[in-house]
């Protein structure tokens, strides 16, 4: 009776197994895509080895289980409008036309016809879902509203509140504005405690939280998702709660490496330096504030870490647990007094490189790859690993193979530009021309990284062959990558 049983019991086990087989053969399971964007986020997270002060346990777990880390990741460009433009194109700017935040995706003329990532999620059978900051945010021209890219998505969620510091006075970190300051930075650039010193009352913590709590308790009509997450920090400003300051001991806080005359042997056509002292880091320079401002930043990045915890972990204990995609990227880089620069307006490698961690079901993580990669090989990489056809205007490369293989060929450099610069790096240089709006070239850096990762020593003028070699490839990548269809 006994052996009766057990044969009994593996028949059912085989016919289960073969259905399951069978189920699986017609109809794989789709991975779910969770995208996590860092708004401002440079390469101080640990894993990445930008500052080895930082504390970002939550971003290194990710790296370590099974995570794969894009050391040399690079933003299109140095504001969130073009590059976040980008990244949801699949398109660069030569070809969006999006050069700057003053330039709506939407309406933009050359960029109408190109079906965003999330769109063509949606069409391709996904259930897409946003909360945060994913589109930069437009005033809808005659209304209250703003234009946050809500129409991508086929449910978007505005961020639930936040808190602020204690007084309305700005600012609050103990430095009084220089008088030709005028606008946005005027108060942008502020640092300081929140009122109380609760994490959970901070608008990315909420929007973590509610993301973990849509993955344990929804199951999007039944299709795969694709769940865009947008945090705010640590773009400016940095108001945290204290605790957050209080785990950086500002005599301890390390300052990037900074020459006061760095950015002398950039000269434009007149023989002239080409930049002036940027009025931030004359403002932190005059009070003394550089090292406060770095801790600021450092907080910041440990508190939108810890925001991504809460994030992953409501991931880990969902049932998408072990069939979800997650990509996490910063849309472009940030000076920290390094070049006498703060913010992100260069074309430095500072300002443009990004931090980008991806993890996708059956590809072995836990490893760096050193490859350069460009946000607009984001689009058609989530498309390879979920098994959608790629979309004909895409001008990046999925890097799919690479995340198996590091020695996979590659693409040989990345393009980028901001305002009149036009930037590319290869495996060893970087090299940036500007241009005047006749398109005469005016200026020109180029930086050996394999002798000055830092980026001091303007050698464009001494090894003019190679500044002529890159201005070249250069030129024909905008060109390239302008043109429809992108390659
Ligand atoms: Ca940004
Ligand atoms: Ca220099």
Request: hydrophobic share 35%.
């Amino acid at each position: 009776m006994k052996s009766r049983t057990r044969h009994c019991e593996l028949i059912i086990t085989a016919w289960a197994l073969f259905s399951f087989g069978l189920a699986a053969f017609a109809a794989p399971a789709k991975p779910n895509v969770l995208f996590i964007a860092v708004d401002d986020l440079n390469d101080w997270v640990g894993c990445f080895g930008g500052n080895p002060q930082v504390k970002t346990p939550n971003l290194d777990r990710l790296a370590d289980d099974g995570g794969l880390v894009m050391m040399n990741a690079y933003a299109p460009s140095t504001v969130c409008g073009p590059s976040r433009s980008s990244i949801l194109t699949g398109a660069h700017c030569y070809r969006t036309g999006v050069y700057g935040n003053q330039n709506n995706l939407k309406n933009a003329p050359k960029a109408k016809d190109l079906v965003t990532l999330p769109e063509y999620f949606s069409q391709h059978g996904y259930y897409t879902i946003s909360m945060g900051k994913i589109f930069h945010s437009h005033p809808v021209p005659g209304s209250e509203e703003r234009d946050d890219g809500q129409w991508a998505f086929d449910e978007w969620h505005k961020w639930l509140g936040g808190v602020g510091p204690e007084s309305a006075e700005r600012p609050v970190s103990g430095i009084p504005n220089l008088p030709e300051e005028t606008g946005y930075h005027r108060k942008a650039f502020d640092w300081g405690p929140t009122k109380g010193n609760d994490e959970k009352l901070m608008r990315d913590h909420r929007t973590a939280s509610w993301a973990a709590d849509q993955l344990n308790t929804r199951d999007f009509d039944g299709k795969p998702f694709f769940m865009a997450i947008g945090f705010t920090q640590p773009h400016l400003q940095w108001y945290l709660p204290q605790k957050y300051f209080d785990m950086y001991p500002l005599d301890d806080v390390d300052l990037p490496k900074t020459l006061a005359n760095d950015r002398d042997d950039i000269i434009d056509d007149k023989g002239r330096p080409l930049y002036h002292t940027s009025t931030t880091w004359a403002r932190m320079e005059k009070y003394g504030k550089h090292r406060e401002a770095v801790r600021a930043y450092l907080a910041a990045v440990t508190f939108v870490d810890e925001c991504i915890g809460v994030l992953l972990d409501g991931l880990a204990r969902s049932s998408y647990a072990d069939n979800t995609i997650v990509v996490l990227w910063g849309d472009h880089g940030w000076n920290l007094g390094d070049h006498t620069l703060w913010c992100k307006h260069s074309c430095y490698e500072s300002s443009l490189q990004i931090p980008l961690l991806v993890r996708a079901p059956g590809i072995q993580g836990g490893q760096r790859r050193s490859a350069l990669i460009e946000t607009i090989d984001v689009y058609p990489s989530l498309c390879t690993l979920a098994g959608i056809p790629l979309p004909e205007h895409l001008a990046g490369q999925s890097f799919v193979e690479l995340m198996r293989n590091p020695d996979t060929k590659w693409k040989e450099a990345a393009v980028s530009r901001f305002r009149n610069g036009d930037t590319i790096r290869t495996d060893a240089l970087r090299y940036t021309e500007y241009t005047n709006p006749k398109g005469k070239r005016t200026s020109r850096m180029l930086y050996d990284h394999s002798s000055d990762p830092l980026e001091n020593q303007n050698v464009a003028e001494k090894r003019t062959d190679e500044s002529q070699t890159l201005s070249k490839q250069l030129n024909q990548i905008k060109g390239r990558d302008g043109k429809p269809g992108g390659k």
